[in-house]
């Protein structure tokens, strides 16, 4: 315990001065407090439950110290403060057990307080102490994500910032979450983004009170986890021929052109990336996309199609693989499924279940089930036979077929099932979890079975749609507008309050079929994900377009701070900058 708080304090004085610096600070702070009243507006997103505000102002001292228990568990909030405070503000923040002079105090709960839950917090400025408590670690972490946004938005620079007050408005806060699952999700197959992207993706994540990242690892255009024992998924499923131009416009590859466009995570990436949000209370859930979406799983083991010549998507690129013309359900133009009716295909998935469940410490695996095509299957001998011997009387079953045996094999691993919506087709298995994203109908029905949900409608939450109807580069299509997304409910008014319970949260998704680097997906994900943090976070009743938006504008600097290639599409952004001071 003591190495963890000689770590925390890299920048520590010596104790000796300690006690000296002590009387140092209450002078600054009493002078200081005397000064200039903090004008700007509170702009907290995601809006607290409850937030008063009081006169005075609270002025950082060059020497900060933050007393904070022993427990392990203030940690990441504790190097989470130090870090952001530091850097900016060239203050000299140490971290103690024992201080008497503090500056900003931690407080876990000896008792909970049942109001706050378990991510909940209460945070009070006054013009001599912060105090941050909660009953949880993770609530000390997001009364910390308040706590820097109540600073002058140059605290959100990576930077020394000279010639800044800062200067905090004195607030008593009290606040929780309306949803336990607050998600992200982000497609790494399509195109591969490198561990720091990811990381990059979680920081944006915790700073709007996130909890859980769904990470896609697995499409026809890429599989993205290295996995023991089968070499070839990453050897020849990670890479595929790099075309520019549209997402499934162009001619298919020729079998000589290099295939050197994508990438794969280790286990020790996983492993280092899954700490890297749990010190920062972020859950990742896997998906591995069966038994559609799997072309590059089958161009690595080709015996695991039902149709024969698979080894030819050796050579993949982003060729087109379904027809969407017809509607729905498209016609696939090319056999992208794991064939059902092969016993290979279970030893296969058991042995990459085995391994995502041992990397993945989340309860949850989460394996697809979208979008799988059964044109090819309608014509294949196997599957006829497996229909017959299994008394199945249409097409539709297969896949229902298919379900319950992948969700035997995640059991087995201790893991619970999740999958998207099309798992209702063929009879929702037991303690099966639907990810309802053709809109609210699938979640609505899987609730009302008694079936815990999650809601991702691709009519409010689809981050790879356009949020304008002029974007200057090409989306998926669609329209999901900034207030659109503010404007989701995940709790559909459909079901009673006995079936909210099932409503675990909801989440965004990020494909990225044309999302080809992190500068894109910035212009994707910001501004629309602290809409939907709010969505997310707080209560239904707190939640007010015309109050979130100058909010938001605020929050704007701050993106610039950061680097965040934000779209500008719903803000004019100079004239509104201009007018901020925040
Ligand atoms: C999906 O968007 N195909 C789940």
Redesign the pocket.
């Known amino acids: 315990m003591k190495k963890i708080f000689q770590l925390l304090c890299l920048l520590c004085v010596a104790g000796q001065a300690y006690s000296q610096e002590q009387n140092q600070i209450a002078s600054t702070t009493d002078v200081e407090t005397a000064a200039a009243p903090v004008t700007r507006q509170i702009a907290i997103i995601p809006e607290p439950v409850s937030l008063v505000r009081n006169t005075g102002v609270f002025v950082l001292p060059k020497k900060v110290i933050i007393q904070a228990d022993k427990s392990t568990s203030v940690k990441p909030a504790l190097d989470y403060l130090q870090l952001h405070l530091s850097i900016p503000t060239g203050s000299f923040v140490t971290a103690h057990t024992d201080a008497t002079a503090e500056t900003i105090r931690f407080v876990l709960n000896p008792q909970a307080n049942p109001a706050l839950g378990k991510e909940g917090y209460q945070l009070s400025v006054t013009p001599k102490l912060i105090t941050i408590k909660a009953n949880t670690g993770a609530g000390l972490f997001y009364g910390v994500q308040s706590l820097l946004q109540l600073f002058p938005k140059e605290i959100a620079s990576k930077e020394l910032v000279e010639g800044v007050k800062w200067t905090l408005p004195c607030v008593e806060i009290t606040d929780y979450p309306k949803l336990a699952w607050r998600g992200l999700m982000f497609d790494v197959a399509r195109h591969f983004f490198t561990k720091n992207e990811v990381k990059q993706y979680i920081d944006a994540m915790v700073k709007y009170k996130y909890n859980l990242l769904h990470l896609h690892l697995t499409d026809d255009e890429g599989w993205r986890l290295e996995i023991k024992g089968l070499p070839k998924l990453t050897e020849v499923g990670a890479w595929r021929v790099k075309k520019e131009g549209n997402f499934g416009d162009f001619t298919p590859p020729t079998p000589n052109e290099p295939k050197d466009y994508g990438g794969f995570y280790t286990q020790d990436d996983i492993k280092e990336i899954i700490q890297y949000a749990k010190d920062r209370y972020v859950d990742i859930m896997p998906e591995i996309d069966v038994p559609g979406h799997s072309l590059a799983a089958i161009a690595s083991y080709p015996e695991l199609s039902c149709t024969p010549g698979a080894e030819k998507y050796q050579v993949r690129s982003g060729e087109k693989i379904m027809d969407w013309s017809r509607g729905a359900p498209p016609i696939a133009l090319v056999d992208n499924t794991l064939c059902p009716a092969n016993e290979k295909v279970y030893a296969f998935l058991d042995t990459v279940l085995t391994q995502v469940a041992a990397l993945f410490p989340f309860e949850y695996i989460h394996l697809g089930g979208?979008?799988a095509p059964i044109n090819f299957w309608q014509k294949n001998d196997a599957i006829k036979a497996l229909m017959q011997r299994e008394g199945m009387k249409k097409i539709e079953e297969v896949q229902g077929y298919f379900e319950r045996r992948v969700k035997t094999i995640v059991e087995s691993k201790g893991k619970k099932f999740i999958g998207?919506d099309e798992i209702l087709e063929g009879g929702l298995a037991p303690n099966a979890t639907v990810m309802s994203?053709r809109g609210e109908k699938g979640g609505i029905e899987a609730a009302k079975q008694k079936h815990n949900v999650i809601m991702t409608p691709?009519t409010y939450v689809?981050l790879d749609y356009s949020q304008t109807k002029k974007e200057d580069s090409v989306t998926i299509g669609g329209y999901i507008p900034l207030k659109k997304v503010y404007n989701y409910e995940p709790i559909p008014a459909e079901l009673n309050a006995d079936e909210h319970k099932y409503v675990l949260g909801a989440q965004a998704?990020l494909?990225t079929e044309y999302v080809k680097n992190d500068r894109k997906l910035e212009y994707m994900i910001f501004p629309r994900m602290t809409a939907l943090s709010e969505v997310l976070w707080s209560k239904k009743e707190l939640k007010n377009w015309d109050d979130f938006q100058p909010r938001l504008k605020t929050q704007l600097k701050r993106f610039d701070l950061w680097n965040i290639n934000y779209s500008k599409a719903d803000w004019k952004v100079e004239e509104e900058a201009a007018k901020t001071t925040n």
């Open positions: 979208d979008e998207w994203w691709t689809y998704n494909w």
